[in-house]
C-alpha cells in the first residue's frame, strides 16, 4: 500500500485529495465473495473481507461513508453474504466462529441487515449470535444483535421470541464496555424500532432494571444509550408510571446539564459518523410525547446532529430524503423542534418540570 493507503483509494498528489477507486474495490470485495463461497478459503475469505472494512471506517467519514456502502452492496449482490451466514450457522470451531462473527458485524448497513432478515438463516443466526460464549465472541455477537434490532418492528418481535432480547439483556452483566455499547445501543434499538409490544416485552424481561446501573456507566456512550433508552419506554403511556419508579429518567437533565451536544460528539466514538435519516425520525416522536425527559434528551440528540451534520457538510442527512438539518447553528437547528436546548442545559435549577425550560419558535 503506498504511503499506507489501500490500492483502491487513490490521492491526488497535487491537491493531496483522496478519491475511492471504485473498480478496485470491487474487485477486491470480489475476491473476498469468491473466498467465501468455496468452503476451503471461506475463513481467509471472512477475514480479508474484515480487514478491507476495518479499513474502510478508518478513513474520513465521506470517503468511509462511500466505500463503505459499495463494498457492503457489493458483498450483498456477490452472493459473499449468503455464503458468510451459512459458514458462521455451520461454524463450530472457536476461531472459526470468531472470524465469521467479526466479518458479519462489520457489514450490517441496512440492506444487509433486511436480507438477513429475510433469510431461512435468520433465526439460525440470532441464535448463533445469543449463544455466544468467550468476551471476543459476545463482543461480536451483541454488535450483530444490536444491528438487527434496527431492522424493523417485525423483526425486533421475531428477534425477541428467538431470545435475542433475553441474550442482550444477560450480557448487561458484563464488565466489558465494549458488551455493554452494545447492550444500551440494542435496547434503544428494540424501544425505538420495536414499538409498544417490544416494550412491554422489554419491562416483562425487567430491562428497566438493567437501565439503571447502565445510566450509570463511567462510559458516556452506555451511559447515553442507556438514558435514551429510558426515554422511549417513558414516552410509552401505558408503561411511564412504571418507568419512573425506576428512578433513571432523575438522570437525564444531569446529564444534559453536564454535556454540550457538539463537544459530546466529538468525545464519543460511536457518533463520529452521526446517524442515518431512518434512525433520526424514528426519534421525531420523543419531541411531542409527554415525557419533559424524554423530549429534553431528543432534542440533544438533534442537536448533536446538527453539529456532525455541519461538519461534514452533509446538510440532508440522505440524498433524495425531506430530513434537512441545514442548520447554521445548534440554536436555530432546535428552534426548528421548539425547544431550546442551551436553556435547559444551562438550567440548574431545581424546577424540572417548569415549562420554562421550553420555548416555543
Partial sequence: MEDGLPPWIEKDTRSGTRALNDECLASAVHDCAQKLASGEAGLQGANQLYQLIMCVWSLETQLACKAADLACDLIRDNGGLASLLQLYCAAVDRDAKLSLCRALEQIMVGKNRTFIARSELFEKVVAAASSADGLELIRCGTGILENLFKESEDTCLRLVAYGGLAAIINACRSTCTVVLQHCAAALVNCAMYGGPKCHHHM???????????????????????AILAMCFLAANRDLSSLVARSGTLDLVLPFLQTHDPEEFASTCPNHVHGRSATWLCMLLPLLTCDSEEAQSMAAFHFAME???KKKQQRLQVSEGSSFDVSLGTRQAFTCCFCIDISRYQSNTSSNHGSEEWFVSD
Fill in 203 to 225: 419491562m416483562r424481561l425487567n430491562a428497566d432494571h438493567w437501565l439503571f446501573p447502565l445510566a450509570f456507566s463511567t462510559d458516556s456512550a452506555v451511559q447515553y444509550y
Fill in 306 to 308: 446538527a453539529g456532525i
